[in-house]
């Protein structure tokens, strides 16, 4: 009697509370004089750099990491709406990047930061620890695989058939090489979570870094033997 074969793909998804906000910002300063230029571009780089440092504890946090460039100078001559070459332009930056594990200290953090003249808060990005990503990833995939089993078994028994036996797992599309050879199990998918502000009645800002959920999501493809 020939085998019957059942090849289904098995998903999971889970929402984890983002535990890490990954900042960068940059000052930019420019002006007519290189030497003004520069040196309003140090002082804004010092109070920033102020800023982290002071909340900065790789253990305890708030700031469990950051780095920054060194002030970059540079020069050009722009030209305006008629073609006319214009007086020389100096230009001075740094960019900052820091990661934060307290998020109420980091919203305090982005309005101080945005505050300081010459200095603006660019990208935010939401993540996990590496020790939830870690259990997360486990999580979905044992998942994503229980729910290929629960596929296959339904297959089964609607034809006739009793249990399911897996002969071959792998992640999604590998299951089409002829040689069934299996991959090294269904990948993980990590969805980021954005920032969000809010706004008082009187239209000013108040900025509420409140993350959403990040999302953990596996795919597995599997064959079975039906029986």
């Given at each position: 009697?020939?085998?019957?074969?059942?090849?289904?793909?098995?998903?999971?998804?889970?929402?984890?509370?983002?535990e890490r906000a990954t900042v960068s910002a940059s000052v930019h300063a420019d002006g007519p004089k290189r030497d003004a230029v520069f040196a309003r571009a140090v002082e804004a780089s010092d109070a920033l750099r102020?800023?982290?440092?002071?909340?900065h504890d790789k253990e305890k946090g708030p700031v469990t990491w950051w780095s920054s460039d060194s002030v970059r100078v540079w020069s050009e001559r722009p030209w305006n709406n008629d073609g006319k070459q214009l007086p020389l332009v100096y230009h001075a930056a740094?960019?900052?990047?820091?990661?934060f594990k307290d998020f109420e200290?980091?919203?305090?953090?982005?309005?101080?930061a945005a505050a300081i003249d010459a200095?603006?808060?660019?990208?935010?990005?939401?993540?996990?620890?590496?020790?939830?990503?870690?259990?997360a990833t486990v999580e979905v995939r044992s998942r994503a695989v229980k729910d290929a089993?629960?596929?296959?078994?339904?297959?089964?028994?609607?034809?006739?058939?009793?249990?399911?036996?897996?002969?071959?797992?792998?992640d999604p599309g590998m299951l089409g090489d002829p040689s069934g050879g299996t991959g090294g199990g269904p990948q993980p998918v990590f969805a980021r979570a954005a920032m969000k502000a809010q706004y008082d009645s009187s239209g000013g800002a108040q900025l509420a870094?409140?993350?959403?959920e990040i999302?953990?999501?596996s795919v597995v493809d599997a064959r079975f033997i039906a029986t």
């Open positions: 009697m020939t085998d019957t074969i059942i090849t289904v793909q098995g998903e999971y998804s889970a929402w984890y509370p983002a102020g800023l982290i440092e002071g909340v740094v960019d900052f990047t820091a990661k200290a980091f919203s305090r953090w982005v309005e101080a200095v603006t808060v660019g990208s935010i990005s939401w993540d996990l620890t590496d020790a939830t990503r870690t259990s089993v629960a596929k296959a078994s339904v297959y089964a028994q609607s034809i006739g058939l009793g249990s399911v036996k897996a002969i071959a797992l792998a870094l409140k993350p959403e999302a953990v999501a």
